[in-house]
């Protein structure tokens, strides 16, 4: 028992049975007042021991883990990686000096979680503004390398399956294992929809800006795609409307690569592209084939592409093989976006591309591309030879 209860406990014996009494006897009264008044200190002293204990008692520790759920960590919510290439590139176009060069290019990918159905992706890169190439070629005594925005754009995914897209995208269509319809450092602008998983029907639409002039006087594409796949086989099918394109010069620095133009340097021809595309896997061979048509042009309007590939260059000591033999013609398809290595990113040539890849070691890597072409079909044919050899370091 306390000190404070024992005291208690001896004022209410006294003054319980004395209480009947007290009335009107002064000493009794004066006996229960500092009765009274004996209490009253005991509570204080309560009051300030429970003070004092609540002072010194010990502070609640938040565990690590539940810190941790409470507050998000950046890290948890924005990945970033990259990759360096280091480029031997060599051009024996005939009727020219040979151009031997050293090239490298840097990439920077950094992909930030806005909550758990949308992606903001940029990419930083070398380059600078040409949308056909990422490389930097080593010269100018050392000057220094421009870094430009290479990607940028929201993902959002509403539902499984269906993303909308918006930004300077990634291609919005499918491509083949070796594709040089399209230039694969050419990234589009505008808005894309795709529906579909990795396997199965899959559809997209989009929506591209490709000069903007003020108002409403400004080339655009409309585009759609309808395709299937599964670890067999794959075929799918687009058709690319190009709108204000005919009559004006969109391309970059006004160089449409072979595309007919007039004496202004403007687009003879509209651009209505049908491309159909497929393949099929035999024994780890993978057969392709690409086909496109501009059914704007009243000739040189066809493309087309035949090739392989055997082998994934991933693991330490995995490699890869492939060639593919393309054709086409002068209006087939738009120069701006076509492949700047393959016939030195010209339309109107036919042509092979030899490729081999062997993996060194964990995210090293290096490739070899060989182009044997013909060029310039229409106006002055002669050989075109480039040999392409890369080394690519991941992190």
């Given at each position: 028992m306390?000190?404070?209860?024992?005291i208690?406990a001896v004022?209410a014996?006294?003054v319980?049975?004395l209480s009947?009494q007290?009335q009107?006897?002064?000493?009794?009264?004066?006996?229960?007042?500092?009765v009274a008044?004996?209490?009253q200190?005991?509570?204080?002293?309560e009051?300030?021991?429970?003070?004092?204990?609540?002072?010194?008692a010990?502070?609640?520790q938040?565990?690590?883990d539940?810190?941790?759920a409470?507050?998000?960590?950046?890290s948890?919510?924005?990945?970033?990686?990259?990759?360096?290439?280091?480029r031997?590139?060599?051009?024996?176009d005939?009727?020219r000096?040979?151009?031997?060069?050293?090239?490298?290019?840097a990439?920077?990918?950094?992909?930030?979680?806005?909550?758990d159905?949308?992606n903001?992706?940029v990419?930083?890169?070398t380059?600078?503004?040409?949308?056909?190439s990422q490389?930097?070629?080593l010269?100018?005594?050392?000057?220094?390398?421009?870094?430009?925005?290479?990607?940028?754009?929201?993902?959002?995914?509403?539902v499984?399956?269906?993303?909308?897209t918006?930004?300077?995208?990634?291609?919005?269509?499918?491509?083949?294992?070796?594709?040089?319809?399209?230039?694969?450092?050419?990234?589009?602008?505008?808005?894309a929809?795709?529906?579909?998983?990795?396997?199965?029907?899959h559809a997209s639409?989009?929506w591209?800006?490709?000069?903007?002039?003020?108002?409403?006087?400004?080339?655009?594409?409309?585009?759609?795609?309808?395709g299937y796949?599964?670890?067999?086989?794959?075929?799918?099918?687009?058709?690319?409307?190009?709108?204000?394109?005919?009559g004006?010069?969109?391309?970059?620095?006004?160089?449409?690569?072979?595309n007919t133009?007039d004496?202004g340097g403007?687009l003879?021809?509209?651009?209505n592209?049908l491309?159909?595309r497929?393949?099929?896997?035999?024994?780890?061979i993978n057969?392709f084939?690409?086909?496109?048509?501009?059914?704007?042009?009243?000739?040189?309007?066809?493309a087309y592409?035949l090739?392989?590939t055997?082998g994934?260059?991933?693991?330490?000591?995995?490699?890869?093989?492939?060639?593919?033999?393309?054709?086409v013609?002068k209006d087939?398809?738009?120069?701006g976006?076509?492949?700047?290595?393959?016939?030195?990113g010209r339309?109107?040539?036919?042509g092979y591309?030899?490729s081999?890849?062997?993996?060194?070691?964990?995210n090293w890597?290096?490739s070899?591309?060989?182009f044997?072409?013909?060029?310039?079909?229409?106006v002055?044919?002669?050989?075109?030879?480039r040999?392409?050899?890369?080394?690519?370091?991941?992190?």
């Amino acid at each position: 028992m306390t000190r404070q209860a024992l005291i208690r406990a001896v004022a209410a014996a006294v003054v319980f049975p004395l209480s009947a009494q007290a009335q009107g006897n002064p000493e009794l009264e004066e006996l229960k007042a500092q009765v009274a008044a004996l209490n009253q200190k005991i509570v204080e002293m309560e009051a300030r021991e429970a003070a004092q204990a609540k002072a010194t008692a010990p502070v609640a520790q938040v565990a690590p883990d539940a810190k941790a759920a409470t507050t998000p960590n950046w890290s948890d919510r924005v990945s970033v990686n990259g990759d360096f290439r280091y480029r031997f590139d060599g051009t024996d176009d005939e009727g020219r000096e040979y151009v031997g060069l050293q090239r490298l290019r840097a990439r920077l990918f950094v992909d930030g979680k806005v909550n758990d159905t949308t992606n903001v992706v940029v990419q930083l890169g070398t380059g600078g503004p040409n949308p056909r190439s990422q490389d930097a070629t080593l010269s100018e005594d050392g000057a220094s390398k421009d870094v430009t925005l290479r990607q940028a754009y929201v993902n959002w995914r509403p539902v499984q399956d269906l993303a909308i897209t918006a930004g300077k995208l990634p291609t919005p269509w499918a491509l083949n294992p070796l594709d040089f319809f399209q230039d694969s450092d050419y990234y589009p602008e505008g808005i894309a929809v795709r529906y579909g998983a990795a396997t199965g029907f899959h559809a997209s639409g989009y929506w591209l800006q490709i000069a903007e002039r003020g108002g409403d006087d400004e080339t655009s594409m409309l585009g759609t795609q309808l395709g299937y796949a599964n670890d067999l086989f794959f075929a799918n099918v687009a058709y690319q409307d190009f709108q204000k394109i005919q009559g004006y010069n969109p391309c970059f620095s006004g160089n449409c690569n072979g595309n007919t133009v007039d004496l202004g340097g403007n687009l003879v021809n509209d651009y209505n592209l049908l491309q159909v595309r497929g393949g099929v896997t035999l024994a780890g061979i993978n057969l392709f084939a690409s086909w496109a048509q501009n059914g704007e042009a009243d000739d040189e309007d066809t493309a087309y592409s035949l090739g392989f590939t055997y082998g994934k260059v991933k693991d330490p000591g995995s490699w890869s093989v492939g060639a593919l033999y393309q054709d086409v013609a002068k209006d087939a398809l738009y120069g701006g976006m076509l492949d700047g290595t393959f016939a030195g990113g010209r339309t109107a040539h036919d042509g092979y591309v030899l490729s081999g890849g062997y993996a060194f070691s964990k995210n090293w890597s290096g490739s070899l591309l060989w182009f044997i072409n013909e060029v310039d079909k229409t106006v002055s044919p002669h050989d075109y030879d480039r040999y392409q050899f890369d080394l690519l370091w991941k992190f």
